[in-house]
Protein backbone atom coordinates (compact mmCIF):
# COMPACT_ATOMS: atom_id res chain seq x y z
CA UNK A 1 0.00 0.00 0.00
CA UNK A 2 1.36 3.28 -1.01
CA UNK A 3 1.55 5.68 2.10
CA UNK A 4 1.23 9.19 1.50
CA UNK A 5 2.39 11.74 4.01
CA UNK A 6 1.08 15.44 3.40
CA UNK A 7 1.70 18.25 5.22
CA UNK A 8 -0.02 21.37 6.07
CA UNK A 9 2.96 23.42 4.80
CA UNK A 10 3.30 21.72 1.69
CA UNK A 11 -0.82 22.49 0.70
CA UNK A 12 -0.11 26.38 1.67
CA UNK A 13 2.87 26.25 -0.94
CA UNK A 14 0.93 24.95 -3.58
CA UNK A 15 -2.18 26.99 -2.76
CA UNK A 16 0.30 29.92 -2.84
CA UNK A 17 2.08 28.70 -6.15
CA UNK A 18 -1.12 27.89 -8.12
CA UNK A 19 -2.21 31.78 -7.28
CA UNK A 20 0.31 33.64 -8.02
CA UNK A 21 1.04 31.38 -11.22
CA UNK A 22 -3.05 31.80 -12.31
CA UNK A 23 -2.92 36.04 -11.71
CA UNK A 24 0.24 36.18 -13.18
CA UNK A 25 -1.10 34.33 -16.34
CA UNK A 26 -4.22 36.11 -16.20
CA UNK A 27 -2.85 40.00 -16.23
CA UNK A 28 -0.73 38.52 -19.10
CA UNK A 29 -3.63 36.98 -20.88
CA UNK A 30 -5.99 39.48 -19.87
CA UNK A 31 -5.52 42.01 -23.15
CA UNK A 32 -6.24 38.45 -25.11
CA UNK A 33 -9.42 37.91 -22.48
CA UNK A 34 -10.33 40.32 -20.89
CA UNK A 35 -12.65 38.11 -18.13
CA UNK A 36 -9.57 36.27 -17.20
CA UNK A 37 -8.31 40.31 -15.69
CA UNK A 38 -11.70 40.56 -13.58
CA UNK A 39 -11.83 40.76 -9.88
CA UNK A 40 -11.98 42.24 -6.78
CA UNK A 41 -9.46 43.22 -4.19
CA UNK A 42 -9.55 43.24 -0.11
CA UNK A 43 -7.83 44.60 2.58
CA UNK A 44 -6.18 46.85 4.88
CA UNK A 45 -5.12 50.14 3.75
CA UNK A 46 -2.05 51.42 5.47
CA UNK A 47 -1.84 52.73 9.30
CA UNK A 48 1.24 54.18 10.79
CA UNK A 49 1.87 53.75 14.37
CA UNK A 50 4.24 56.36 15.23
CA UNK A 51 6.05 56.00 18.81
CA UNK A 52 8.22 58.45 18.48
CA UNK A 53 11.39 56.17 18.31
CA UNK A 54 9.78 53.50 16.35
CA UNK A 55 7.21 54.02 13.41
CA UNK A 56 5.36 51.25 12.26
CA UNK A 57 2.95 50.83 9.45
CA UNK A 58 0.80 47.89 8.78
CA UNK A 59 -1.49 47.25 6.09
CA UNK A 60 -2.67 44.24 3.86
CA UNK A 61 -4.09 43.81 0.55
CA UNK A 62 -5.23 41.08 -1.56
CA UNK A 63 -6.27 41.02 -5.10
CA UNK A 64 -7.70 38.27 -6.40
CA UNK A 65 -8.64 37.77 -10.29
CA UNK A 66 -11.00 34.90 -12.33
CA UNK A 67 -7.39 33.52 -13.76
CA UNK A 68 -6.03 33.72 -9.97
CA UNK A 69 -9.15 31.51 -8.75
CA UNK A 70 -8.50 28.89 -11.40
CA UNK A 71 -5.00 28.38 -10.08
CA UNK A 72 -6.35 28.51 -6.56
CA UNK A 73 -8.74 25.12 -7.74
CA UNK A 74 -5.97 23.53 -10.07
CA UNK A 75 -3.75 23.86 -7.01
CA UNK A 76 -6.49 21.89 -5.05
CA UNK A 77 -7.02 19.47 -7.16
CA UNK A 78 -3.17 18.41 -7.78
CA UNK A 79 -2.83 18.57 -4.36
CA UNK A 80 -5.75 15.75 -3.74
CA UNK A 81 -4.14 13.64 -6.41
CA UNK A 82 -0.86 13.62 -4.74
Not at 20 to 32: A, D, N
Request: glycine fraction near 12%; avoid cysteine.
Amino acid sequence: MKRSYRSPLVLVIILLVGLVIGSVLGQVLGSYAPILNQGSSIGLSTTNLDLGIINVTFGFNVSLNLAGALGLIIAIIFYQRM
